[in-house]
Structure formats: C-alpha cells, structure tokens
C-alpha cells in the first residue's frame, strides 16, 4: 500500500534550473535600450558636427583661394571713335576702248601690270590712217594753191577796175572767189588735223596710273568703236578711297567738326576688326540720309602706298570724331552688368572686393571712360568677377594660396576615390 502523504519538510530548496524574478528581467531590458538610444544619439551628434566642421572648413578655404585678375584705374585720353561698315571704292575706274576702227597688232602691257599715265597700251594698224592723212594734205595744198592764184587775180582787177577797165561785177565776183577757196583751204586744214588724230589714235596710251586688269581683246582681232568690253580695264589704287556708313544720329556731330575745319582720321581694319589695313581721312559727307537703313554714306581716302586695300573689298572703319582729355578709364573686361545695372569690382588693400555702380562715357573697344564711381589708381577686377560677390575675400593670381580658375570651377564636382578614402577615415 503506497503511501500518499507529502515527504516531511527538513528547511532546503529542491534542487534544478531557476530564473530571475519578473521584476529583474524588467530592469535590464530598459538598461540595454537606454545604452542603445544613447549611443545612437552621440553617434548622430558626432557626424552632424564633423560634417558642419568640413563644411566650414571648405566655406573658409575656397573663401581665401578664389583666384582675380586686377587692372589699376587710370587717367588719360581716349579717342572717341564711331565704328561703321564699309566698301573700298576706287577714286576712277576707266575701260580702255579703241577712238577708231582698225586691227590691233600689238599689245603693250601685262596683266596685273602697274601702269602711269601715258604710258603706251596697244596699237592699232596706222597704214590706212597715214594714206587717209596723204590725202587730205594733197588736198589742202591744192586748195592752197587756188586760192593763192585766186588773189593774184582779185589784185589784178582791183587794179583795172580802178581804171574803170572792168565792172564792177567782175571784180565782186573774183573777191568772192577768194572767199570761197579761203573756205575750202581752212576745210582741208581741219581734215589734216583730223588725219592726224585718228593717226594718234592708233597708238592708245593709258589716261591714268592705276593697275591695269585682264586682257579683253587679244593681237589680230579687229576693234571698233562700238565693243561694250574695250581693251582693258584700269583702276586707281592710289591713292583709294573707302565708302562707309553711319547712324543718322552722328551726322549733325561730323557736320559740325568738319565745318569747323577739323580733318578727321579714319583708320580700316578687316572686317574682324583684327588687322589694321590703312590710315585715311575723312573727304565727304553724302548730301542725303538713306531713309531705308537710317544711315548716311561717308568717303574716306587713303594713300594706299601698300595696295593691302583692293576695289570692293569690305572693311571695317573707325573715325575719330573727338579725343576725351585727362579722364577716367577702366578696361572693357572689368565691366558688369547686372541687377545693380553697370557696376565693376574693386579690391581693397586687405582683399576685399566691394561692388561698385559706375555711369559709362565713350568707349574705344579695350578701354571704357568712367564718369564717376571709381577713381584712378584703385584696383579693378578684369577676370574673375564671376564668382565674386559684394564683401568676398580676393587672392590676386601669382600670390599663395590662390586656385585659378580651372580648379575653382572643379569645387562642385564630386571627389575622386583618393578623397573618398580620406574622408571615410576621417568618419572613423
């Protein structure tokens, strides 16, 4: 019979696996995620700082490395020049055409060729105008010779009618001869002389100097007065002269200089605006205004000593309408335009750049007068000005510390793998 009653209680514990009371296993849950959200906290504080400390560090760094280029303001004179299109037009332009007909049997000059006035171009076969010019002289000495014997007899009968040996009629008759063949004597002389022209015309001379161009009409062919072509065209090249155009609204100051007697230069350049081809002078003003364009046509001359102007060509030209003494200039490069409207930059002592308004005068292309906002001798920035702002902190190029513009530009790209490195280094 088994005994069902519960084994006497002698004061100790069973033995086998225990756990922690409820409250316990409380306590270190709370203790680990309090460790776990601090971390995490120090852990994000750390990151926001040291990435803030980069950031400044860039910020104060590209602060004091950014690279300008500076030019001083100066005084001086500055020409006032109006800048127009033009069209290298040739003072005569004459084609050579034959005065008679006749067969050209020889050709005097070389295409291209530099010829003067006078000198000797083509000839035309004389014989048939020296036979014509026999002629006329036979003529006139026969003529001559009547009218001499025609004299002799008006003083015979002047003498007899003296005498009342014969009428009057007789006598008015014979003075009327001689009237007649004086006539004809002066008629043969004028056909002589134009023998003689047309003989001088055989030998064709150019009416100019110039620069004689391509042949028209080559040796043997028969010419006549009527070919549209001639035998050769000739131009003046120097001196030449230039035809170019302005707005209407500089006429009444041109006007007004050149009555004042002024000789106003005008300088051509290619149509670049690169190469200086000649020196000139004002001529002339065109007496309208083209209503169409709204412009007016000038000439200009130039000597032309160095043939770099040739006819038609198209040019660029400056006239100098005035010279502004003693003021204030900038270059054109250190001009900004802006929500200030004109403004430039200028660098202080301690390299600082301060943005400053300016009224712009007359301008040469290189220089611009300044009629108030700087002053000469302060230092003007002519590169760079587009990464400046009013207060910034300059580095001139060529001093320390200083980044050009190519690395300048490179700041927003992203790093390489070296700065990568770096920085995840620093994260650690």
Known sequence: MTDSSPPPDDGREPVGPTSPPPSRRSRLGSLIFGVVIVLLVAGIVWFVHARTQRSGQAARRNQTSVSVVTAAVERGDLPVTLNGLGTVTPLATVTVKTQINGRLVSIGFQEGQQVKAGDFLAQIDPRPYQIALAQTKAQLARDTALLHDARIDLERYRTLA?????????????????????????????????????????????PLAGRVGLRQVDQGNYVQTGDPNGIVVITQLQP????????????????????????????????????QLAAGTLMTVDNQIDTTTGTVRLRAQFDNRDSRLFP??????????????????VPSAAIQRGAPGTFV??????????????????????????????NPGEQVVVDGADKLRDGAKVTLAGEPNAIGPATAGARGAPPDKGQRRSRRSEGQ
Request: aromatic share 6%; net charge negative.
């Open 345 to 374: 930059y200028v660098v202080s002592a301690e390299r600082v750049v301060s943005l400053r308004p300016v009224k712009l005068g007359p301008a040469d292309g290189e220089r611009v007068a300044v009629q108030s906002g700087v």
């Open 162 to 206: 003296a005498q009342d040996s014969i009428p009057q009629q007789q006598l008015d008759t014979q003075e009327y001869l001689v009237r007649q063949y004086e006539g004809t004597v002066k008629a043969d002389e004028a056909a002589v002389d134009n023998a003689n022209l047309n003989l001088e015309y055989c030998r064709i001379v150019s």
């Open 312 to 329: 038609n060509q198209f040019v660029t030209t400056l006239l100098r309408l005035d010279t502004l003494s003693n003021a204030t200039l």
């Open 240 to 275: 030449i002269s230039v035809i170019f155009t302005l707005p209407e609204d500089n006429v009444p100051r041109i006007v007004q200089r050149l009555g004042a007697g002024a000789k106003l230069s005008v300088t051509a350049y290619d149509r670049a605006l690169t190469t």
